[in-house]
């Protein structure tokens, strides 16, 4: 079976990017522990000069890959995940963006809208 790729954001304005970077870290562990390909930090582009790493990383950015048959439990993880942050964490699924609670409702219709896109691009 073919694998998607789904992008996360995670933002705070009331942290500075090493909390970013620490809740970040958090929730990758977490959706690294359900049946998920991998989730790797994304990627910012170029790397300024003289910069350690030729590769940057967005902070809060992660690159979720992952068998479509698996997306309610990425959906899962990740609504469970946000409900135990405070109020002002904001995460974005592939440009969805969720705050606070997500109920149940919201994540099947996010998880139904995204292997309808799925099916329209096989």
């Known amino acids: 079976m073919n694998k ?14 090493d909390g ?7 929730l ?10 991998s989730v790797e930090p994304a990627t910012a582009g170029k790397a ?3 910069a350690k790493s030729d590769v940057p990383v967005a902070i809060g950015a992660l ?12 959906m899962s993880v990740i609504a469970s995940w946000l409900s135990r942050q405070p109020n002002d964490v904001v995460i974005e699924v592939d440009g969805h963006r969720f705050e606070g609670q997500v109920s149940k409702t919201q994540r099947d219709k996010l998880v139904a809208a995204y292997l309808r ?3 329209i691009k096989s």
């Open 63 to 74: 690159v979720v890959t992952l068998s479509p048959t698996v997306v309610d439990s990425l």
């Open 117 to 119: 896109r799925l099916e």
């Open 20 to 26: 970013v970077a620490d809740l970040t870290t958090k």
């Open 48 to 50: 300024p000069g003289g």
């Open 28 to 37: 990758r562990r977490e959706i690294l522990e359900a049946d998920i390909d």
């Open 4 to 17: 998607v790729q789904i992008s996360l954001l995670v933002t705070c304005p009331n942290l500075d990017a």
